[in-house]
């Protein structure tokens, strides 16, 4: 796969160098700019390539609207992944990570490796099939993964808990899969443990043995 270019909007020094040495130092990405705002962020997209966008929720940071934003990616730059940075959502200078148009989030109390993760799954499935408005949270989630159908109507999986064990049979890790639906790792930990509690396994390796997708 070739080097993805990624562009950071966050206004937090220690951090960016953080980020950024964390990236830099991966063959797969490169970190070619940081910004400061919106503005620069947009300005920065029509002079430079760019795959995925790596934002911090902070509104301080926001000097135009969302609903502009989120339209001039969407029209201009549809392939272009938007990875969002959690920040602390008691306050309330952070805005909820499901007004933009993101692909995954991830906080800023990952370790390097489970950042590394997120982005890595990004780079192997389609913008289309990671966003927050994917058809997970449609209403009848049983359309969109017919090869579950047997196993929710067996074991009368939730929803969540569908989307959840979908994701595990395409070898995907807890971390992995709170970034694609836009949970906290602790919602998806539960919701696995639900639904392999409901199909009577106690482990991966027994879910795997009986239930991985051939």
């Known amino acids: ?27 797969n990405y490169i970190v070619v700019g940081c910004c400061k705002n919106v503005s620069g962020l947009l300005y920065a997209l029509t002079v430079c390539h760019i795959d ?6 902070s509104q301080t940071l926001y000097d135009l609207p969302l609903d502009r934003f989120n339209r001039v990616i969407g029209d201009n730059y549809p392939d272009i992944k938007i990875v969002v940075l959690n920040g602390d959502h008691e306050s309330p200078l952070f805005m909820p990570h499901h007004k933009l148009d993101a692909a995954a989030r991830i906080d800023k109390t990952m370790k390097a490796d489970e950042v590394l993760s997120i982005l890595d799954t990004l780079r192997i ?48 890790r807890v ?36 239930y991985k997708t051939r």
């Open 52 to 57: 995925i966008i790596i934002m911090s929720e």
């Open 175 to 210: 971390s992995q899969i709170s970034a694609l639906m836009g949970k906290s790792p602790k919602t998806i930990s539960a919701q696995k443990r639900n639904a392999y509690r409901k199909m009577k396994v106690d482990s991966d390796a027994q879910f795997f043995i009986h």
């Open 125 to 172: 499935i389609p913008k289309k099939d990671t966003t927050f408005k994917t058809r997970l949270h449609e209403k009848h989630p049983n359309e969109e993964f017919p090869a579950l159908s047997v196993l929710t109507q067996k074991f009368k999986l939730s929803r969540s808990e569908q989307a959840v064990i979908k994701y595990i049979q395409q070898g995907m």
């Open 1 to 27: 796969m070739s080097l993805k270019r990624i562009i950071v909007l966050d206004d937090h020094p220690l951090y960016l160098s953080g980020l950024k040495s964390v990236l830099n130092d991966n063959q």
